[in-house]
């Protein structure tokens, strides 16, 4: 199987700065732009199936895709992003001066610590694994595209790479970039990381 990770185009929460998690926000005006962008690179791709988590960043940046191909947006709440819990919504610089203990603990440890109410790395991992097991079983030697969020993309990354959970903030991943991996082998691949080539020409504010 082949698996394109699309990360979501901009929010405003991207911008300000701001643990956005679950939270359903939707696309800046920069982000749907970024979008298009993303779902003109792909246009010439032979996409089998595209599926987005349920959060609307990810289905407006699926739905653009989905318009160069016959194909409709499968949704699935497992690739929602790791839940932040109570810091969803508050700005990098309100949690540090509010909660900067745990946050370093977070950030040093996130395989087997959650912000308060939220997931450990560990559990947003278990959650992908079991939807990548789903798709490997359907579509063995078809291209899948995940629409989803950096959190999950790059647990998934150290998973499928054998890197410790707690490496996953090594991965630097742009809105609206590419990462592709095979997946035909006894391990994965990875052919491409952070593709941003489409978006050179989008520039303006969110």
């Known amino acids: 199987m082949r698996l394109l990770l699309v990360r979501h185009g901009a ?4 911008q300000e700065n701001r643990f956005t998690g679950q939270t359903d926000v939707d696309l800046s005006s920069l982000g749907y732009r970024q979008a298009k962008a993303v779902g003109e690179r792909l246009a010439v791709e032979p996409l089998d199936v595209i599926v987005a988590s349920d959060l ?9 895709i989905a318009h ?9 709440a497992n690739l929602r992003e790791m839940a932040l819990g109570e810091w969803e ?6 949690v540090v001066t ?27 991992r278990d959650r992908v694994v079991q939807t990548l097991a789903y798709w490997q079983e359907q579509q063995p030697g078809g291209t899948i595209v995940w629409v989803t969020h950096g959190g999950v993309i790059d647990v998934l990354l150290c998973h499928l790479l054998g890197m410790d ?16 991996l095979d997946l035909n082998q006894k391990y994965a691949v990875l052919i491409r990381l952070n593709e941003t080539t489409h978006l050179r020409e989008i520039t303006g504010t969110f």
């Open 98 to 124: 509010r909660d900067a203990t745990r946050l370093h603990r977070w950030q040093t440890d996130s395989a087997n610590y959650a912000p308060p109410g939220g997931e450990k790395a560990t559990q947003v």
């Open 89 to 94: 919504g508050l700005a990098y610089t309100e």
């Open 165 to 180: 959970l707690n490496r996953r903030h090594q991965f630097h991943l742009e809105n609206a970039s590419i990462t592709e």
């Open 68 to 76: 160069y191909h016959t194909l409709s947006v499968q949704e699935d």
């Open 11 to 14: 929010t405003a929460h991207n």
């Open 56 to 64: 609307q960043r990810t289905r407006a940046t699926a739905q653009m």
